[in-house]
């Protein structure tokens, strides 16, 4: 060999060796997108058991808020039906309200009212004379309230009393009844000169046709008429 040559590597290759398999090398990119692909299905097929859960419950609510609404709808008709029953029934029962109209009496002392307007109205029950009179027999409420002024209680040189009653008149008795009463002293109050006060009274009476009831009070100038609202008198069947 002559100097400054330059000679190409040997490798020698056994091609004679067999029995060992080849196994492909895996590659990682697909590995990785099949666990991508498992996870988005698990995620989906979660997704769709969520979406089926909610349903079914939203469903269950449905038909359990259908249920209460129905026997809530049914109550409240009950309710309302019944209330109306006792309207029409109250409705249909005599009653009466009279507001106090003049300073005159009648001739058994007994106080006058206006009995058609305004406030007052009459049902299955007359009035005369300054009574109300029973058409219908049965247990009535009565009740009349009275407002009392007295402008200068400086020229009262004493104290008197003054009365507030309910009567009753029957054609069974020749005497009329005392159904309640109030007695109440005024002008008793030394530190003014104006005296107001009211006196109400009220209880459950039975009434047969034809009697009739009455207010009377002592000291009638001292009574208040007004508007109507300060003295009136009534009654209604229970």
Not at 23 to 47: D, E, H, M, Y
Not at 137 to 146: A, D, E, L, V
């Amino acid at each position: 060999m002559g100097d400054g040559v330059v000679y190409p590597s040997v490798f020698v290759v056994d091609g004679q060796q067999h029995g060992v398999p080849f196994v492909p090398p895996v590659r990682k990119k697909q590995r990785a997108c099949w666990n991508g692909q498992f996870l988005l299905t698990s995620l989906i097929i979660l997704a769709l058991l969520g979406m089926a859960t909610e349903g079914y419950f939203l469903i269950r609510f449905q038909k359990e808020l259908a249920k209460t609404t129905s026997q809530v709808g049914e109550e409240a008709g009950a309710i309302f039906e019944k209330s109306m029953q006792e309207r029409k029934l109250n409705a249909e029962k005599p009653a009466a309200h009279v507001i106090e109209a003049a300073f005159t009496t009648s001739r058994n002392g007994s106080l006058q009212w206006e009995h058609h307007k305004d406030l007052a109205f009459l049902r299955d029950m007359n009035y005369r004379d300054g009574s109300l009179v029973c058409i219908k027999p049965g247990y009535y409420y009565i009740y009349s309230k009275i407002q009392f002024m007295v402008q200068s209680c400086s020229q009262q040189s004493q104290k008197p009393f003054l009365t507030h009653g309910i009567y009753k008149k029957t054609p069974r008795y020749p005497q009329d009844t005392n159904l309640v009463v109030n007695i109440m002293a005024y002008c008793d109050r030394e530190d003014s000169d104006v005296w107001l006060d009211n006196s109400f009274l009220g209880g459950i009476f039975h009434l047969e046709e034809n009697e009739e009831v009455y207010v009377q009070v002592s000291h009638r100038q001292v009574v208040q008429i007004r508007d109507g609202t300060r003295s009136y008198f009534g009654s209604f069947m229970i």
